[in-house]
């Protein structure tokens, strides 16, 4: 006789292929966007606190 999945057991496997899923989709999502046109530019540096 087979033995029955816990309701915990079943969730683990549901919530671990949704995880899978959701990785995949986001890896074909990096891989198809397109790269910046140039990378964006920092603040200037100041010399001193202006606090």
């Known amino acids: 006789m087979a033995e029955e999945k816990s309701r915990s ?16 989709r986001r890896k074909e999502q990096a891989r198809t966007r397109k790269p910046p046109a140039e990378e964006p530019k920092s603040p200037p540096e100041e010399e001193c606190c202006p606090n």
């Open 9 to 24: 057991d079943m969730r683990k496997e549901r919530l671990a292929k949704a995880l899978k899923a959701n990785l995949m």
